[in-house]
């Protein structure tokens, strides 16, 4: 088993940023994949940006040069930065852990994010 902690949600006005965290403890295999998804009330979950133990990055293109995901393996810490916040970005943040090793999909227990106009 994996547990995942998210911290950094909240509200924030249109053009500013924000920065989610989230911790991952248990059972880490290695390699493996972190990442951000999204969800708002009605819709699928989205991906929003992806990174590998080896640091190969994915990000959706709604948020490709305004978003940066990064991770610390040491402390298996994935983090997402998010600048130039719009309205459309308010979600609930969900972080994720796969590796192909146990070929399971982890999940945080999400974080608000609400970007005002």
């Known amino acids: 088993q994996v547990q995942l902690v998210e911290s950094g949600g909240g509200l924030v006005q249109a053009g500013g940023s924000l920065r989610l965290s989230c911790a991952a403890s248990?059972?880490?295999?290695?390699?493996?994949?972190m990442g951000w998804y999204r969800q708002t009330p009605g819709k699928q979950r989205e991906l929003v940006a992806s990174?590998?133990?080896?640091?190969?990055?994915n990000y959706a293109d709604a948020v490709k040069g305004r978003f940066t995901i990064s991770r610390d393996n040491a402390k298996n810490t994935v983090y997402l930065q998010m600048n130039s916040l719009k309205p459309e970005d308010t979600a609930v943040y969900y972080c994720?852990?796969?590796?192909?090793?146990?070929?399971?999909?982890?999940w945080g227990q999400g974080t608000q994010v609400t970007v005002s106009s």
């Open positions: 994720n852990h796969w590796s192909p090793t146990d070929l399971r999909d982890y």
């Open positions: 248990g059972r880490i295999f290695s390699p493996n994949r």
């Open positions: 990174i590998t133990t080896g640091g190969s990055t």
